[in-house]
């Protein structure tokens, strides 16, 4: 047998590989970064289910258009509108899961060796379709306030094909660009108009504050060089991850080709998924629903942030997340991750190690814990075992 180079070039998960040892009931896991299962709108898709007209569900089940279903791509192009999105420039497709997402921009931008930047952590599952089409994937560091743009400027005198950031409640570092980080972002790639950004917003809508929901607008709703942007969302974190549905904002030119690159990946998106992600919308139960999650995980938050202050030592460091459903937590000097990790699991309670998140593979100093999937009483449990391990570590 064969395998093509890109084969070479696969970067697997570590997550995904965890997923099986997390699925025993006793290991408390801040390892996954999947919305709690109890939290789930049960109850809103079996009414939905009950009441979708023969007509529909005869739609739902058959092969749908690629570029999607045309009543949610019509919902999804209000909310955009709303939003400020210009969507006389551009057009919505909606995808498999946003991963789809990746697959697309890197299957149009990249050849192999080509460069192309990410921020550095990087969500591991984009980092991973890039690897898959043998680009040279290049890290930009964020400081506090979003990504470092000194370093941003280097790398792009390199000329990489486009950038991926995740500028609201990224996922691992739990941080959000400021307003004037934001800004000398555009600034500055409207200095390299040949690089394309895609604008990852997959927690976007899960705020904890009114003060974050005024600064996390997406910069392609009002950046001047818009045109440069391609924005992506999902449905994973605001209905359930396991009907597949994201979607794209991508600008009117890029349009017919994106559409080809996904007709050759999946035909279309599960037009089943579609129609329950439209009525979701349509009949305000997502709204309701998205204001519940805020609430639950704002208290989640709040629960991991008061017991990292009372169980781990004061040199562990993190951003206070203000949304989303991560803290990357800075391990005191000398605290090693894999130390931790072989610690930690021992007693109960595995986390993610930073290396999985960095395209170089070399964090020693970073874990992502997750507070998305376990109650407040679990977290304070497992914050506990965590701090112990650190502190016996640095003994
Ligand atoms: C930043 C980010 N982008 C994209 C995704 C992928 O989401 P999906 O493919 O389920 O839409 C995730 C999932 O964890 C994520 O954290």
């Not at 951003?319 to 991750?337: A, I, S």
């Not at 701090?387 to 640095?394: K, Q």
Request: overall charge negative.
């Amino acid at each position: 047998m064969r395998l093509s180079k890109n084969v070479e070039a696969f970067r697997p998960s570590p997550i995904r590989a965890m997923l099986r040892v997390v699925a025993n009931p006793n290991i408390i896991s801040f390892a996954g970064g999947m919305p709690g299962e109890d939290l789930f709108p049960i109850d809103d898709v079996r009414e939905m289910v009950q009441v979708v007209p023969r007509k529909m569900m005869e739609i739902g089940l058959q092969y749908g258009t690629t570029d999607g279903l045309g009543l949610l791509i019509e919902e999804i192009k209000k909310v955009s509108e709303a939003q400020g999105f210009d969507m006389t420039k551009n057009k919505v497709i909606i995808t498999t899961g946003s991963t789809q997402v990746m697959n697309i921009v890197a299957k149009l931008m990249l050849d192999p060796n080509d460069i192309m930047l990410t921020e550095d952590p990087v969500f591991v599952g984009s980092l991973g379709a890039f690897c898959s089409y043998n680009a040279q994937v290049i890290g930009i560091p964020l400081d506090d306030e979003g990504i470092v743009i000194e370093e941003l400027e280097r790398a792009l005198k390199l000329k990489p094909k486009f950038i991926y950031i995740t500028p609201t409640f990224h996922n691992p570092a739990g941080l959000t660009y400021s307003e004037q980080r934001r800004k000398e972002f555009i600034e500055m790639m409207a200095k390299y108009p040949d690089t394309m950004v895609l604008e990852d917003d997959a927690y976007g809508r899960l705020y904890f504050d009114e003060d974050t929901a005024k600064l996390i607008k997406p910069m392609k709703a009002y950046a001047p060089n818009e045109q440069q942007f391609i924005y992506c969302s999902s449905f994973s974190k605001i209905f359930g991850p396991g009907l597949r549905i994201g979607w794209m904002i991508v600008p009117n030119e890029l349009y017919d080709v994106a559409e080809i690159a996904k007709q050759s990946m999946d035909a279309c998106t599960p037009v089943f998924s579609q129609i329950l992600a439209y009525e979701f919308i349509r009949t305000g139960r997502m709204d309701k629903y998205v204001v519940y999650l805020r609430d639950t995980y704002k208290l989640r938050r709040d629960a991991m942030v008061a017991a990292i202050r009372k169980y781990c030592p004061a040199e562990a460091t993190f951003v206070e997340p203000k949304g989303g459903f991560f803290v990357w937590l800075r391990l005191p000097d000398g605290v090693d991750t894999d130390a931790l990790f072989d610690e930690c699991s021992k007693n109960g309670v595995v986390f993610v190690k930073g290396s999985a998140f960095t395209p170089d593979g070399r964090d020693n100093r970073h874990i992502r814990i997750s507070f998305c999937n376990v109650n407040e009483e679990i977290i304070e449990k497992g914050v506990k075992i965590l701090g112990d391990a650190m502190h016996s570590l640095m003994k």
